[in-house]
């Protein structure tokens, strides 16, 4: 008995001193984790899909595409660790091939790991070509951390193109294809203030979902301080999600909560999300100076 309360006693005390040391006081924090079943609901995100992930009333969701890459992925999982959040990082196969600790850092942090293909083909793919761009990124994220359960079952398609041969391919495999419930518009040539400014107002349109931002742009590493700490002071809070497993029951939820709203306002469309074509070598030498 006495020993059991002794147990008790430092298991409160080693997470008191592990929140202490993790979150600073105020920090927005993650509110809850949501876990989902992609066999169960295998397209979200209001922006393309009749459904979205079942958020309540005043939660984000926060995802980053395109990277890892040090001189910005470095600078967003500074940020969210300073507010205690996590994320879901939609990573390029051959980007994590290029910086494997990027990789293993971002899922060493606690952040979900998913897949935004092999290459980053913006065009339309034969089911062969969408299979290889699929397998192959999950292979390179695989192989970047280490780890085969590191990587979630989530993909995000290039330029958030809708094409039959990835989302039939996709669906087959038990993955999970996200789109977003808003932009905030950070891969053209806008102002970090601006970014900041565009994810505000189309999450409070919406009241709650999935943001789409970039790791790979300046703009986005210097608005995320003030995006997060506008989401605090309006009192949303951050959900982080990650897939069911085994020893992880998927979270109990209605098919009406899984429902889609329509997107009422929606300024840049999905088609001109453009990330840099050339390669790596381009995607972080020359970006463009934020205004
Ligand atoms: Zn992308």
Same mark, same amino acid.
């Given at each position: 008995?006495?020993?059991?309360?002794?147990?008790?006693?430092?298991?409160?005390?080693?997470?008191?001193?592990?929140?202490?040391?993790?979150?600073p006081?105020?920090?927005?924090? &993650?509110?809850?984790?949501?876990?989902?079943?992609?066999?169960?609901?295998?397209?979200?995100g209001?922006?393309?899909?009749?459904?979205?992930? =079942?958020?309540?009333?005043?939660?984000? &969701?926060?995802?980053?595409?395109?990277? #890892? *890459?040090p001189?910005?992925?470095?600078? *967003?999982?500074?940020?969210l660790?300073?507010?205690?959040?996590k994320?879901?990082?939609?990573?390029?196969?051959?980007?994590?091939?290029?910086?494997?600790?990027?990789?293993?850092? &971002?899922?060493?942090?606690?952040?979900? &790991?998913?897949?935004?293909?092999?290459?980053?083909?913006?065009?339309?793919?034969?089911?062969?070509?969408?299979?290889?761009e699929?397998?192959?990124?999950?292979?390179?994220?695989?192989?970047?951390?280490?780890?085969?359960?590191?990587?979630? #079952?989530?993909?995000?398609? =290039?330029?958030?193109? %809708?094409?039959k041969?990835?989302?039939?391919?996709?669906?087959a495999?038990?993955?999970?294809?996200?789109?977003?419930?808003?932009?905030? /518009? /950070?891969?053209?040539?806008?102002?970090?203030?601006?970014v900041?400014?565009?994810?505000?107002?189309?999450?409070?349109?919406?009241?709650?979902?999935?943001?789409?931002?970039?790791?790979?742009?300046?703009?986005?590493?210097?608005?995320?301080?003030?995006?997060?700490?506008?989401?605090?002071? %309006?009192?949303?809070?951050?959900v982080?999600?990650v =897939?069911?497993a085994?020893d992880? #029951?998927k979270?109990?939820?209605?098919?009406q909560?899984? *429902?889609?709203?329509?997107?009422?306002?929606?300024?840049?469309?999905?088609?001109?999300?453009?990330? #840099? %074509?050339?390669?790596?070598?381009?995607?972080?030498?020359?970006e463009?100076?934020?205004?």
């Amino acid at each position: 008995m006495r020993s059991t309360i002794a147990a008790c006693a430092i298991l409160v005390l080693l997470s008191g001193t592990a929140d202490a040391e993790e979150c600073p006081p105020g920090a927005l924090g &993650v509110n809850r984790t949501l876990v989902v079943d992609p066999n169960e609901h295998s397209r979200v995100g209001s922006m393309q899909y009749p459904e979205t992930l =079942p958020l309540n009333d005043h939660e984000v &969701v926060l995802t980053f595409d395109d990277g #890892p *890459v040090p001189r910005y992925t470095n600078g *967003v999982l500074e940020t969210l660790a300073s507010e205690c959040v996590k994320a879901t990082f939609f990573m390029v196969g051959q980007m994590a091939r290029a910086y494997p600790w990027m990789a293993r850092r &971002v899922y060493d942090e606690g952040h979900t &790991v998913a897949n935004h293909t092999q290459n980053h083909p913006i065009r339309k793919m034969s089911t062969d070509q969408a299979a290889r761009e699929i397998e192959g990124g999950f292979a390179s994220l695989r192989e970047a951390i280490g780890d085969p359960q590191a990587v979630s #079952p989530f993909f995000r398609a =290039p330029g958030l193109l %809708r094409q039959k041969s990835v989302e039939q391919y996709l669906a087959a495999h038990g993955d999970m294809i996200w789109s977003a419930d808003f932009l905030a /518009d /950070d891969w053209t040539r806008i102002n970090n203030t601006e970014v900041a400014r565009r994810a505000i107002s189309r999450i409070e349109t919406r009241g709650k979902g999935i943001l789409l931002l970039h790791d790979i742009h300046l703009r986005t590493v210097l608005a995320l301080p003030e995006i997060l700490n506008e989401l605090k002071s %309006r009192g949303y809070k951050i959900v982080h999600v990650v =897939p069911a497993a085994a020893d992880r #029951p998927k979270t109990a939820t209605s098919a009406q909560e899984w *429902v889609a709203r329509s997107t009422l306002e929606q300024h840049t469309s999905p088609s001109q999300m453009h990330p #840099p %074509r050339q390669g790596i070598s381009r995607r972080h030498g020359q970006e463009p100076k934020p205004k």
